[in-house]
């Protein structure tokens, strides 16, 4: 049974950072995509950063330079680092795992990922 619990999430102000963790367990992370995606309110979820065996990374444009995803086996701890954090990053952050996708340009879609943790709330004040 897949069981994702992410924490780490807060108040900061506008240039600061926040370090997100992700404790991941009942899947093998090998055949698993993992990412981080976010969701403020009234806006859709969006896809931030996502992995793939530990070295192979993606991010979405608005955070490329900004933000930093790893993974730690084999406990499967996700983690997202988040420097020079700005309003507009502000949101619900969620660690989410699929199965490896049919194709890889999905690797950002959330639609695409089928388990997800509670998420964590990330304010970024200017």
């Known amino acids: 049974q897949v069981r994702l619990v992410e924490t780490g999430g807060g108040s900061v102000q506008a240039g600061g950072s926040l370090r997100l963790s992700c404790a991941a367990s009942?899947?093998?992370?090998?055949?698993?995509?993992m990412g981080w995606f976010r969701q403020a309110p009234g806006k859709e979820r969006e896809g931030v950063a996502f992995?793939?065996?530990?070295?192979?990374?993606e991010y979405a444009g608005s955070v490329k330079g900004r933000f930093a995803i790893s993974q730690v086996s084999p406990r499967n701890t996700l983690s997202l680092q988040m420097n020079s954090l700005k309003p507009e990053d502000s949101g619900m952050y969620y660690c989410?795992?699929?199965?490896?996708?049919?194709?890889?340009?999905?690797?950002?879609?959330?639609?695409?990922?089928?388990?997800w943790g509670q998420g964590t709330q990330v304010t970024v004040s200017s």
């Open positions: 009942g899947f093998s992370y090998e055949n698993y995509y």
């Open positions: 992995i793939f065996a530990s070295s192979i990374t």
């Open positions: 989410a795992v699929t199965p490896r996708l049919e194709r890889w340009s999905w690797r950002l879609d959330p639609k695409k990922y089928n388990y």
